[in-house]
Antibody, heavy 115, light 108 residues
């Protein structure tokens, strides 16, 4: 059974970079897609983007200019970097397996953007 | 991008009743690439349905999905106490992936 776990700072200052890592256990990152999704407090879900194990990516156009997703199959993790954050980036960030429908999810991690 | 509009916003029902949730897309969802999720407070979403009508592993058969093109429906045949939650539809047929705004199913 694949398990995913997000990790990273829970508080980021405005204009700085939000960095999260998703560690995958119980399976390999190889030959698969890995995604990030976020949910502002009390609101709906927003797709951020995905990466394939070889490194090819697809990003939400609304975030593309600030976003980078990377993968390290040897360390069984993939990462999210979101630059120049504002309060609007405050959300629970989830990692998930897949590029379409998502069966396996991490538990989510709340990131607050505040000075 | 494809905008998904869910209705109603809130559905107030009693255990044992039938729930019918709607998801309408602003343009046709290719190959019926539509999924439904259930989310409870403090938890990650749980996949219920993919491909518009295929139940995910471990999902009870009281959950069913139907529809094609721009109109999709999630039906819960008889509500159990654990079914009261927020439900989201999601399309993954075209990029960017998008989600509906959610329907809350609450106890009447």
């Amino acid at each position: 059974q694949v398990q995913l776990q997000e990790s990273g700072p829970g508080l980021v200052k405005p204009s700085e970079t939000l960095s999260l890592t998703c560690t995958v256990s119980g399976g390999s990152l190889s030959n698969d897609y890995w995604s990030w999704i976020r949910q502002p407090p009390g609101k709906g879900l927003e797709w951020i983007g995905y990466i394939y194990s070889t490194g090819s990516t697809n990003y939400n156009p609304s975030l593309k200019s600030r976003l980078a997703i990377s993968v390290d199959t040897s360390k069984s993790h993939f990462s999210l970097n979101l630059r120049s954050v504002t309060a609007a980036d405050t959300a629970v960030y989830y990692c998930a397996r897949g590029d379409g429908w998502y069966y396996f999810w991490g538990q989510g991690t709340l990131v607050t953007v505040s000075s | 991008e494809i905008v998904l509009t869910q209705s109603p916003g809130t559905l107030s029902l009693s255990p044992g009743e039938r729930a019918t949730l709607s998801c309408r897309a602003s343009q046709s969802v290719s190959s019926s690439y539509l999924a439904w999720y259930q989310q409870k407070p403090g938890q990650a979403p749980r996949l219920l349905i993919y491909g518009a009508s295929s139940r995910a592993t471990g999902i009870p058969d009281r959950f069913s999905g139907s529809g094609s093109g721009t109109d999709f429906t999630l039906t819960i045949s008889r509500l159990e106490p654990e079914d009261f939650a927020v439900y989201y539809c999601q399309q993954y047929g075209s990029s960017p992936v998008t989600f509906g705004q959610g329907t809350k199913v609450e106890i009447k």
